[in-house]
């Protein structure tokens, strides 16, 4: 399985999908979210889910990966630029904007994509996607855990791709 994205060039995020994009959420989260296209992947994949997470939080956070972008059941190879805002295709996830150091936004504004603002210097961003053999039972708002629970015995490849998006 090979995922690419349009909004990564030569292992950079393209400034819009972050702090120095023009689409934010009502609390000045970045909320344009990247596009993505998904390809050779196994013959029996039901859906597809993924997970953008930020490692290089862990020094900023006090120890946790800071979480962007949570969704499942996505049923087609491409998602487009900003289909996070605008979907009822797929399913959503909470990201970690609804933690106390995101400021706690709402459940219901931080089940979508929610862009990367590195606050001390260029974080590499690890998207990744996971080809399934069914729909996973999940509701709009789950958590990491539960989507990790929820594919065990499920997942037929994985993919991960890694930009950097400078502070």
């Known amino acids: 399985m090979i995922v690419t994205s349009s ?15 023009t ?16 390809e050779k992947s196994p013959i029996n994949t039901v859906s597809y889910a993924l997970v953008l997470e930020d490692k290089d939080a862990y020094p900023v956070t006090r120890g946790f990966s800071w979480i962007h972008w949570l969704a499942a059941n996505i049923t087609k190879n491409e998602i487009q630029e900003n289909e996070s805002q605008n979907t009822n295709d797929f399913l ?14 709402t ?11 590195p606050p001390d210097c260029p974080h ?29 015995s499920h997942i037929l490849a994985q993919f991960t791709l890694k930009a950097l998006y400078d502070n």
């Open 124 to 152: 590499l961003y690890e998207l990744h996607v996971y080809a399934l053999d069914s729909i996973l039972d999940l509701e709009n708002g789950f958590l990491l855990n539960e989507l990790y629970k929820k594919m065990d």
């Open 92 to 105: 959503q996830g909470l990201n970690s904007w609804t933690s106390i150091l995101g400021g706690r936004q």
């Open 23 to 38: 689409a934010f959420n009502e609390n000045g989260i970045p909320s344009c979210s990247i596009p993505l296209k998904i």
């Open 107 to 117: 459940k219901a504004l931080s089940s979508f994509y929610g862009g990367m603002t």
């Open 7 to 21: 909004g990564i060039t030569d292992g950079k995020l393209h400034d819009k999908y972050g702090k120095r994009g």
